[in-house]
């Protein structure tokens, strides 16, 4: 059974307190918090003011996903608004092994996210440093996309390097995720799927979160 972790990217923003109260009555085990500043990626959301608010709405797991340029400039100011679990992407970080010790020595869950074309392969020497691994299964920047059916074979891949290690490492699936395509998604190896549209938009979110509980 995977995790299931709203994106809230997809909630009206003129309502997050009704959106957070469908998130603790779910079914959810995380909620995904997606920050984008608008230079790694063509767009911007929200950013640590909003995060420190719904903090205290909720006491689900907050899960951090930084679309941003330089994100060890703000590791510990994102703990401080309440993040759990903080994702970096491989594309924009150099250092990537400094940033995760970083964030793992702020007391966070550390993640890794990978862009759509960016090979397994670049896990190679980091995968057990990590404890999620993001897979962008559309181009990151903006919900409501559609899934991007490579992304199967690259979750399979990465099962196979997680398990022949031994590792414990969560696969977490990120972008156009929804009843249609989840069950595939579990059966490939994933164990966290992010899901905005299909949750937020659908006529009975709970029962949408309650449906990708059940796979
Ligand atoms: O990170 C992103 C987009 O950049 C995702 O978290 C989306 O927010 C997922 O939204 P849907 O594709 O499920 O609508």
Redesign the pocket.
């Known amino acids: 059974m995977a995790l299931i972790a709203p ?1 809230l ?2 909630a009206d923003f003129l309502h997050l307190d009704a959106a957070l109260r469908m998130v603790n009555d779910s079914q959810a085990d995380w909620l ?1 918090l ?1 920050v ?1 500043d608008g230079r790694f ?1 063509p ?1 911007i959301s929200f950013g640590l003011p909003v995060i420190e608010s719904l903090r205290k709405a909720t006491s689900k797991p907050f899960d951090v ?1 930084l ?1 941003i340029l330089e994100p060890e400039k703000y590791a510990e100011a994102f703990k401080k608004a309440g993040a759990d679990i903080l994702t970096v992407h491989i594309e924009a970080c150099p250092h990537l092994h400094r940033n995760v010790q970083q964030i793992k020595s702020l007391g966070m869950k550390a993640g890794v996210a990978l862009n759509p074309h960016t090979p397994i392969a670049s896990l190679d020497n980091i995968l057990g440093d990590m404890d999620l691994v993001c897979l ?10 559609s ?1 991007i059916p490579g992304t199967i074979n690259k979750i399979k891949q990465l099962r196979q390097m997680i398990d022949d290690r031994g590792l414990q490492v969560d696969i977490e699936i ?5 009843e249609k395509n989840a069950a595939e998604i579990v059966a490939a190896g994933a164990t966290v799927l ?8 659908a006529a009975d979110p709970l029962a949408a979160v309650a449906q990708l509980k059940s796979l």
């Open positions: 994106s990217l997809a995904h997606d984008m990626v767009n996903h679309m962008m299964s559309v181009n990151p920047g903006f919900g409501g996309q899934f990120d972008g156009g995720v929804g992010v899901a905005g549209s299909s949750v937020f938009n």
